[in-house]
Each structure stands twice: as structure tokens, then as C-alpha cells.
């Protein structure tokens, strides 16, 4: 029985490097897990009324019964003004609601994170975690896991260039994994 693993971009653009390391996560994803990139494009900017007035909009209700299904998650950030971008914060607020359904809740996660330049979206990083918290949605520490200079990272096709760079990506999912594991035991 595979284990379901969310990937989930933080980015709307279509050639995002955030998109591009979610496929390559999948496309690493270890034995006895099933990787699945989750769309958060479709998602309109939570409001509140939408649950407390039961006029839900379907992508929410779609998302919210898609992640319900899902075991763990790799959330692939950029960084936007220091933070995490809109649109991620978005889909996490979208998960979380209505208050006391939250589909994160107790959902074994990681952070990656990655940057065109050399901070490697260390703020985003850290910003997601600390949304986490709150979330119930238990985080892996080690290793970290911070792209910089991601522009390089890829070809025309979107496929990691570096071998160097592969084998690290494939650590941090195997570690992941291996964490995963862990957690599911002493459930």
C-alpha cells in the first residue's frame, strides 16, 4: 500500500522553478509512495462567509476532499518579499477552514524552498513552518532543504541539468520518506 504524498507549488506561473522541482519530486518519489502534485490555481482568496453562509465555492470543497484523502505533504515555496507567496497562504488557509476541519491537522510535512539568487527563500522557508505550527501539521527539521540559484538547476525541458543536483533533491525525499515513516509507527 502506497503512502500519498501532496506536492504543492507555490506558484501560479506555468514555468515556475517551484512547479519544475515539484515534477522532479515526483519524478523521485521513493518506493511505496505515491507522489501527486495538487493544483492551487483555481482557488479564489479565502473569505470566511463562504463557509459561515454555506456558499463554499467547488474548488474549495474539491481541494479541501482531495487533501482529506492525502497522508503527508512537500510544500515547494518561492519567496515573495521576504515571505511566502499569496497564493500559497491562500491554500493553506483554504485547508484549514471551516475552523475545526482543518485537513492539515496532525499531516507530516516538509518545506523546500528555492530562489533565482543565493538566499535560497530562506524567509519563505521559515514563514510556511511557522503557519505549520499552528496547523498541527508536524514538520521535518533535517534536512533542510534551501535551492539557491534554482535558474540553473534546469534544462530546456525542465529536467534537472546537475547529477550533483539530483542526488541531493533525492536525499531530501528520502529523508523525508524515511521521517514519514517514522511518524506513521508511533501513530
Request: charged share 25%.
Amino acid at each position: 500500500m502506497s503512502n500519498r504524498i501532496g506536492i504543492i507549488a507555490g506558484s501560479l506561473r506555468k514555468a515556475s522553478f517551484s512547479k519544475k522541482l515539484a515534477q522532479a519530486v515526483v519524478d523521485l518519489q521513493p518506493e511505496g509512495f505515491e507522489f501527486e502534485i495538487l493544483s492551487i490555481d483555481n482557488l479564489p482568496i479565502y473569505n470566511q462567509d463562504f463557509d459561515d453562509f454555506n456558499e463554499v465555492p467547488e474548488s474549495y470543497t474539491d481541494f479541501r476532499t482531495k487533501l482529506k484523502d492525502i497522508e503527508g505533504f512537500i510544500f515547494i515555496t518561492p519567496e515573495y518579499n521576504r515571505s511566502i507567496p499569496g497564493v500559497l497562504k491562500n491554500a493553506v488557509d483554504v485547508g484549514s477552514r471551516p475552523a475545526g476541519e482543518s485537513v492539515w491537522n496532525n499531516k507530516p510535512a516538509a518545506v523546500f524552498s528555492s530562489s533565482p539568487g543565493n538566499l535560497s527563500a530562506f524567509g519563505a522557508n521559515h514563514h510556511l513552518r511557522q503557519c505549520f505550527v499552528f496547523l498541527n501539521l508536524p514538520t521535518m527539521q533535517q534536512p533542510e532543504v534551501y535551492i539557491a540559484n534554482v535558474a540553473e538547476w534546469f534544462d530546456d525541458d525542465g529536467k534537472i541539468k546537475s547529477e550533483d543536483n539530483k542526488k541531493f533533491l533525492k536525499s531530501a525525499i528520502d529523508a523525508y520518506a524515511e521521517w514519514f515513516n517514522k511518524l506513521k509507527e508511533n501513530k
